[in-house]
T-cell receptor, first 117, second 111 residues
Framework: GAVVSQHPSWVICKSGTSVKIECRSLDFQATTMFWYRQFPKQSLMLMATSNEGSKATYEQGVEKDKFLINHASLTLSTLTVTSAHPEDSSFYIC?????????????FGPGTRLTVL | SQQGEEDPQALSIQEGENATMNCSYKTSINNLQWYRQNSGRGLVHLILIRSNEREKHSGRLRVTLDTSKKSSSLLITASRAADTASYFCPRSSNTGNQFYFGTGTSLTVIP
């Protein structure tokens, strides 16, 4: 199946710093990628839809200036958590929509665990 | 958006037993997909069933779909400890692009 990678797999940072997380589709081109956040023992919450070459679409309640998304190429989307605070500590997961075909299958990355001190 | 509704929220079985979990939804669908998430990991796509299909098999997995009841079930036969994970059936947005996840079913297989 298609492979999606994330980097880094975990990061610890001080409060107030910005953190960039990368999501790459390794063996296919993805015009659409998605960013999710998952708090402990909770489900995945969709944060935004990342569209190659255009602005991301954010879900209601997600601050676009706080979570900057850049989808500059067909294989890379980045999520930057700006001025991170402890409440931003979470597990961030990206997914990529497989192009073509009739179905909306998404392939997920392994996740990035962010801890803000 | 419609979030998936998996049931039960938690399930604990002995290795070798079968595990059944259910999914209900509210609007019409083109297809329904099941995903697995091991603790602290990303999600793995398990199986997709189209709206015109009633049953589908993949290895030890069997998925059924009842569009009249707006429900689906995932059966894992001869469970293994490695099947311990959370299982989700996310809902698609109206455009079909976005997924919205429910709380999932947390399956524990006891060796």
């Amino acid at each position: 199946g298609a492979v999606v990678s994330q980097h880094p797999s975990w990061v610890i940072c001080k409060s107030g710093t910005s953190v960039k997380i990368e999501c790459r589709s390794l063996d296919f081109q993805a015009t659409t990628m998605f960013w999710y956040r998952q708090f402990p023992k909770q489900s995945l919450m969709l944060m935004a839809t990342s569209n190659e070459g255009s602005k991301a679409t954010y879900e209601q309640g997600v601050e676009k200036d706080k979570f900057l998304i850049n989808h500059a190429s067909l294989t890379l989307s980045t999520l930057t958590v700006t001025s991170a605070h402890p409440e931003d500590s979470s597990f961030y997961i990206c997914s990529a929509k497989f192009p073509g075909g009739h179905y909306n299958e998404q392939f997920f990355g392994p996740g990035t665990r962010l801890t803000v001190l | 958006s419609q979030q998936g509704e998996e049931d039960p929220q938690a399930l604990s079985i002995q290795e070798g037993e079968n595990a059944t979990m259910n999914c209900s939804y509210k609007t019409s669908i083109n297809n329904l997909q099941w995903y697995r998430q091991n603790s602290g990991r990303g999600l793995v796509h398990l199986i997709l069933i189209r709206s015109n299909e009633r049953e589908k098999h993949s290895g030890r997995l069997r998925v059924t779909l009842d569009t009249s009841k707006k429900s689906s079930s995932l059966l894992i036969t001869a469970s293994r400890a490695a099947d311990t994970a959370s299982y989700f059936c996310p809902r698609s947005s109206n455009t079909g692009n976005q997924f919205y996840f429910g709380t999932g079913t947390s399956l524990t297989v006891i060796p």
